[in-house]
Each structure stands twice: as C-alpha cells, then as structure tokens.
C-alpha cells in the first residue's frame, strides 16, 4: 500500500516556475515508477511525464517536453515536478501515480493516486 499526497501547486503568472512535489508513505516507494498527470475541467486526465523506479529514465508528453522535468528522491519518498515557462494550458489539477515499470504513459498503469493539487496559470 502506498499513499501519495502532493504539495507546491499555486496561482503563478504565464512564463514562471513551480515545482510540485509528491511525498509517498510506505517503504517501497523505490519499487515504483512515478508519473504524473494533470486534468484540466471538462477534460480527460492526461499523462504529463513518468520516471522509472531509480530515475534512470525519464517520459514526457509532448506539450511538457523541454519545459517540465521529473526527478525522485528514494531516500526522501519524494517525486518532483520542475515547471518553468508555464503556460495558461497548463491550467490544471496534477496528481502523482505510483506504478510498474511499464506502460508509462497509460492511467491504467497506476494503480496508487494522490489527491491532486491545483495549478492555475494566469496570463
């Protein structure tokens, strides 16, 4: 069992930075692979980027690519989100997910959520 609870989201004007994080409890956290996704209303909740269970590699969306960077911690239980040059359309609630080492990019690979923090984007 793992429980993941998300912090650092906000309100920050377009072109600024935020950095999200996920604290996992549980001692395995460092069996899992880490992803994040966000869901912005009306829409479907969609991948944003995932990292294997020792950070060796890293996933991204297209629309994030260059911009966000994930990173982990195992010692900490900790997963991050970096995102700069933040836009509007990156209006959303993000959540982290704990996963198998597979299938990075698919919801169903997930079977651990947090409860999501708010990010909003002002231009």
């Known amino acids: 069992q793992v429980q993941l609870v998300e912090s650092g989201g906000g309100l920050v004007q377009a072109g600024g930075s935020l950095r999200l994080s996920c604290t996992a409890s549980g001692r395995t956290f460092s069996s899992y692979a880490m992803g994040w996704f966000r869901q912005a209303p009306g829409k479907e909740r969609e991948f944003v980027a995932a990292?294997?269970?020792?950070?060796?590699?890293?996933y991204y969306a297209d629309i994030v690519k260059g911009r966000f960077t994930i990173s982990r911690d195992n010692a900490k239980n900790t997963v991050y989100l970096q995102m700069n040059s933040l836009k509007p359309e990156d209006t959303a609630v993000y959540y982290c997910?704990?996963?198998?080492?597979?299938?990075?990019?698919?919801?169903?690979?997930?079977?651990?959520w947090g409860q999501g923090t708010q990010v909003t984007v002002s231009s």
């Open positions: 997910a704990a996963g198998s080492d597979s299938y990075y990019y698919q919801r169903k690979n997930y079977g651990y």
């Open positions: 990292i294997t269970w020792n950070g060796g590699r890293t």
